[in-house]
Every structure is written in structure tokens, then in C-alpha cells.
């Protein structure tokens, strides 16, 4: 379960921080006469983006598991992060630490910094609205290796990968 932002609501009950996920519904139950479909109602989860994902093998083995926070974008950071391992043959930290490109329907972002911001004159030949602004992922990642596990954390959020 996740507690939405750092601490969440800050209420603890028996050493258990609550989580604040109301801020996921939307504050309006309505617009334009019609109800909205992610308003708050009597024991309605919200709208959720999370996409914790474990990858198998041919085999049936764990593969692969990558999962992040950030909202609407979560969806794409996932997305991207399975590309560069699974297409691209990229191991975790390097998928991790891509640059990210994100649409929710819109503008496409790109994040500044990164190398995405390369794509910005190909994409607007194509007809994107872009954007250039820092994103908010946190990927972390295990990947199975013939000789054990290799773990990823992104450098844009706290974590850090310990083991051999």
C-alpha cells in the first residue's frame, strides 16, 4: 500500500504511518453536469497508476521486478524501464537512469537534463506539444543474473541498492 507522500498523512496508529490516498480522488464530484468517475464515494478506491510489475521467464523464474512512485507518469517510468532491459538488453541501473518522456494525454514531457530533450524537434515535426521539465520518478529494480540478483535505485529519489 503506498501512503501517497513522504509520511503520509502523519497520523501513526500502532506504529504504522495512515496514508493520505484521499488526495487521489478528485475534488470535484462533478463536471459539466455529470458525475465524475474518480470522486469520493463510500468505500471507492481512487484512481490508482501504481504498476508494481514482475517479469517471468521462459522458465517460470523471476526475471525482473521494477516498480516506481509519481503519479500519473508511474505507467510510462515502468514502461520505459522494462524496454531498455527487456528490448534493449540494458541492465537495470541503466534502464533506470534514462532519460524519461511522458503523455497523459496532452503535452509531452521530456525530462530536462536527461538526453530526452533530443527528441523534442522529432516529436514536434510529428506534431507534440512538448515540454521540458524534471520528472519525479523513484524506480527501484532486481533483475536475476546468471550469478545472482542486481538491484537499480533512482538517482532522482532517495534509495540505494545494497547487497553483493
Same mark, same amino acid.
Given at each position: *500500500?503506498?501512503? !501517497?507522500?513522504?509520511?503520509?498523512?502523519?497520523?501513526?496508529? #500502532?506504529?504504522?504511518?495512515?496514508?493520505?490516498?484521499?488526495?487521489?480522488? *478528485?475534488?470535484?464530484?462533478?463536471?459539466?453536469?455529470?458525475?465524475?468517475?474518480?470522486?469520493?464515494?463510500?468505500?471507492?478506491?481512487?484512481? *490508482?497508476?501504481?504498476?508494481?510489475? $514482475?517479469?517471468?521467464?521462459?522458465?517460470?523464474?523471476?526475471?525482473?521486478?521494477?516498480?516506481?512512485?509519481?503519479?500519473?507518469?508511474? $505507467?510510462?517510468?515502468?514502461?520505459?524501464? +522494462?524496454?531498455?532491459?527487456?528490448?534493449?538488453?540494458?541492465? $537495470?541501473?541503466?534502464?533506470?537512469?534514462? #532519460? =524519461?518522456?511522458?503523455?497523459?494525454?496532452?503535452?509531452?514531457?521530456?525530462?530536462?537534463? *536527461? #538526453?530526452? !530533450?533530443?527528441?523534442?524537434?522529432? +516529436?514536434?515535426? +510529428?506534431? =507534440? !506539444?512538448?515540454?521540458?521539465?524534471?520528472?519525479?520518478?523513484?524506480? =527501484?529494480?532486481?533483475?536475476?543474473?546468471?550469478?545472482?540478483?542486481?538491484?537499480?535505485?533512482?538517482?532522482?529519489?532517495? #534509495? $540505494?541498492?545494497?547487497?553483493?
Amino acid at each position: *500500500s503506498s501512503i !501517497e507522500t513522504g509520511f503520509g498523512s502523519r497520523l501513526m496508529v #500502532g506504529g504504522f504511518l495512515l496514508n493520505n490516498q484521499l488526495t487521489d480522488f *478528485s475534488f470535484r464530484p462533478m463536471a459539466g453536469g455529470r458525475p465524475v468517475a474518480n470522486r469520493v464515494e463510500p468505500g471507492k478506491r481512487p484512481r *490508482s497508476s501504481m504498476a508494481p510489475t $514482475i517479469v517471468f521467464g521462459p522458465d517460470g523464474e523471476i526475471r525482473l521486478v521494477v516498480g516506481s512512485p509519481g503519479g500519473a507518469r508511474i $505507467i510510462d517510468y515502468v514502461a520505459q524501464t +522494462l524496454v531498455g532491459v527487456l528490448d534493449w538488453g540494458m541492465n $537495470i541501473q541503466a534502464a533506470i537512469d534514462l #532519460g =524519461h518522456f511522458t503523455n497523459l494525454n496532452g503535452d509531452t514531457t521530456l525530462e530536462a537534463a *536527461s #538526453g530526452a !530533450e533530443a527528441l523534442a524537434g522529432a +516529436l514536434e515535426a +510529428l506534431g =507534440h !506539444e512538448v515540454k521540458i521539465a524534471d520528472q519525479n520518478s523513484g524506480l =527501484h529494480g532486481i533483475e536475476r543474473l546468471p550469478e545472482g540478483w542486481r538491484g537499480g535505485a533512482d538517482p532522482r529519489r532517495e #534509495g $540505494i541498492v545494497l547487497g553483493d
